[in-house]
Each structure stands twice: as C-alpha cells, then as structure tokens.
C-alpha cells in the first residue's frame, strides 16, 4: 500500500507556516560521484584529430561561452551529462543526438540544443538569446561535481512547505505542494526535494511575467508522486508531477522549462474552451 505520508504532513506544513510559524531546515551533502570518462573523450577517443589529449578536460569542468556566459558541464554519468548555468540552482540532465556530421547535439527535455560538441573537440552553447547559432565554449578550470542534498522526512515536510509559501505569495492564492511516495530513504528524499525547488522556480517565472501570469489562476496544488516516465500535466487544478527515481535526483523529474510550458499549455488549453 502507498504511504500518504509526505501528502499529509506537506499539507500540514504549509497551513502551519502559512500561520507564521518558520522552521530551518538543514542539509548535508551526498557521497562523493562516480568517476568516469568526459565527454570529449567518450564521443571522440582519447585524442583529437591533431593529436591533442582529449583526456586534460576535467571531467567536471566550468566552461565560459564567447559572450560570457558560464557554466558547469558534470560527465560523471556516462551517456548522462548535467549542465548548470552559473547563477542558477537548477541542474538539466541533457541527451545527446548524433549528427550527420560527426558533431553531437545535447537537448534539454522539452528538445532544445543546450550544447554542440564537435568532431574536432570543440564545445557550442546555445542560449536563449543565441539559439541559432550557438557560440564556442571554452574550459576554465575543474569545478566539483553535482551533489544533492540529504534530508530526513521532516525536513522535506518543512521543504516542501516553505515551496508552498513561496509560490502561494507569487501567485497570490495558496497553492499547496504534496507528495505520495513508496519508501522515504535518502534517494526519494532528494528527488522530491529537488522536484519542489525546480516546480517552485517554474511556478514563481510565470507568476512574475505580466502575459503568463494568468497561467495560474486555477493552479491550486502541486501533487508529486512517482511514474514513468517523468512528466507532468494540469487536471483539475492539480499540476500533477511525475517523478523516476530510477534516473537518479536531476533526471528523473521534468525541468522548470518542461513544467513552465506544461502550465502555458494547459491554461491555453482552458482559454480556447
């Protein structure tokens, strides 16, 4: 039978804060990553065409586009690379699609380009602003490898409370974050930990914006249970969040880009009604 513990005591919290009363919550970081190959050296060999070695790229390495745009890139996952941009908390899982080229493309989960790698070794960001073209990365030095934050069940409670509250004061009506999962060990924990921050972000960019806020208006409760694959859609007021937790903490939920379009679509969706 599946626990409804996290749903409970996560509805709980939020009227309890939402009463004044704030809780800290406190976290410790997770066992050291994997070690494996980078993706230059897994895609291309352990040389480049001129003889260079592939190898030299940390396998957790922060890289600087042309414009100046940083981020992280964390290979530790062989075939799954992380990418977090500098100044965000979120962290994309990519997947990668080969080109006829020899280059190899990697998208975010709602099919983007995020990344370029070349056959010669070279490294393509593509951003918002510059989605077409994409400019040349370059390494700046080793950066430390993507670890998640280990919480106990009670901290996750207050967690996904304090999500609440945010979000109910972007919004400007509550809107209750919930979950529903099998077993709360360190894993789940930090899936759904991770899942509310990312829906939070999701949530508070569309409140913010004066053409999407409307997006909310029905959004009453964000409900978190696992299911493959990981997803989410509107039904009946309830932003319905599916989690993996075979995928591990940044891949098995959607990202903020995947949720924020789910909300745009559904509210379109309500419009044309």
Same mark, same amino acid.
């Given at each position: ?16 804060? #939402? ?22 050296? =897994? =895609? ?7 003889? %260079? ?5 940390? /396998? ?9 745009? !940083?981020? +992280?890139?964390?290979? $530790? ?6 990418? %977090? ?9 990519? $997947?990668?699609?080969?080109? #006829? ?29 510059? *989605? ?35 979000? $109910? %004061? @972007? ?26 921050? +990312? @829906?939070?972000? #999701? ?36 932003? /319905? ?10 891949? !098995? ?5 995947? /949720?924020?379009?789910?909300? =745009?679509?559904? *509210?379109?969706?309500?419009?044309? %009604?």
């Amino acid at each position: 039978m599946r626990s409804k513990f996290g749903h409970f005591v996560a509805r709980f919290s939020a009227l309890v804060l #939402a009463a004044g009363v704030v809780v800290g919550v406190t976290a410790a970081s997770s066992a050291d990553a994997q070690i494996g190959r980078s993706l230059r050296e =897994m =895609m291309f060999g352990k040389h480049a065409d001129d003889g %260079r070695d592939n190898s030299h790229t940390p /396998i957790v390495a922060h890289f600087v586009s042309a414009r100046g745009e !940083g981020f +992280v890139l964390d290979e $530790t996952q062989a075939g799954a690379p992380l990418l %977090r941009y500098d100044g965000d908390d979120e962290v994309f899982q990519l $997947t990668s699609k080969p080109g #006829a080229n020899g280059d190899v493309t990697f998208r975010n989960d709602v099919g983007q380009p995020v990344l370029k790698a070349t056959r010669l070794g070279g490294m393509i960001l593509f951003s918002s602003a510059h *989605a077409d073209v994409g400019d040349p990365a370059a390494v700046t030095g080793q950066a430390p490898a993507f670890t998640p934050d280990r919480l106990n069940p009670a901290e996750l409670v207050v967690y996904m409370a304090k999500s609440s509250l945010r979000v $109910t %004061r @972007a919004c400007d009506h509550q809107v209750l974050f919930s979950g529903d999962f099998e077993e709360p060990h360190d894993d789940i924990i930090s899936l759904f930990a991770e899942t509310a921050s +990312v @829906a939070t972000d #999701a949530l508070t960019q569309v409140a913010s914006q004066a053409s999407s806020r409307h997006a909310l208006d029905k959004v009453h409760e964000v409900y978190m249970i696992e299911g493959r694959p990981p997803g989410a859609h509107i039904e009946k007021g309830v932003l /319905i969040i599916k989690l993996d937790p075979s995928k591990g903490t940044w891949g !098995g939920h959607p990202s903020s880009k995947r /949720i924020m379009s789910v909300v =745009m679509a559904g *509210a379109d969706a309500e419009i044309r %009604r």
